[in-house]
Nanobody
Framework: QLQASGGGMVQAGGSLRLSCAASGFNWDQYTITWFRQAPGKEREGVACITTTGGTKYYADSVKGRFTISSDNAKNTVYLQMNSLKSEDTAVYYC???????????????????????WGQGTLVTVSS
């Protein structure tokens, strides 16, 4: 299972760090992805990291502001969010899936790829 935490309310320009802790499954060869969903909008991929190799991908909307990292000893993935904007307001979810390396770049942001392992979501509110 996945446990997401770290959300909260912050002013525009501020920072938050989200955590996604995994338990109960073999951490190796997974792609761990942060998604977000704002009211009335579709769930979108924000950033992902592969647990083996540490390959990272980001949505264009967060490049240069968000950083994803992992601590494999703790089976935890982090999302450091800086320079937050009001449009970053959403419920953030983490998800995990074993995606073959050749497909990660083209599929990581598609929520349908993640069939089973989802965290419960953590709310991020950015006030302007």
């Amino acid at each position: 299972q996945l446990q997401a935490s770290g959300g909260g309310m912050v002013q525009a320009g501020g920072s938050l760090r989200l955590s996604c802790a995994a338990s109960g499954f073999n951490w190796d060869q997974y792609t761990i992805t942060w998604f977000r969903q704002a009211p009335g909008k579709e769930r979108e991929g924000v950033a992902c990291i592969t647990t083996t190799g540490g390959t990272k991908y980001y949505a264009d909307s967060v490049k240069g502001r968000f950083t994803i990292s992992s601590d494999n000893a703790k089976n935890t993935v982090y999302l450091q969010m800086n320079s937050l904007k009001s449009e970053d307001t959403a419920v953030y979810y983490c998800a995990a899936e074993r995606i073959p390396n050749v497909f990660v770049q083209t599929t990581w942001a598609n929520p349908l790829v993640y069939t089973n392992l989802w965290g419960q979501g953590t709310l991020v509110t950015v006030s302007s």
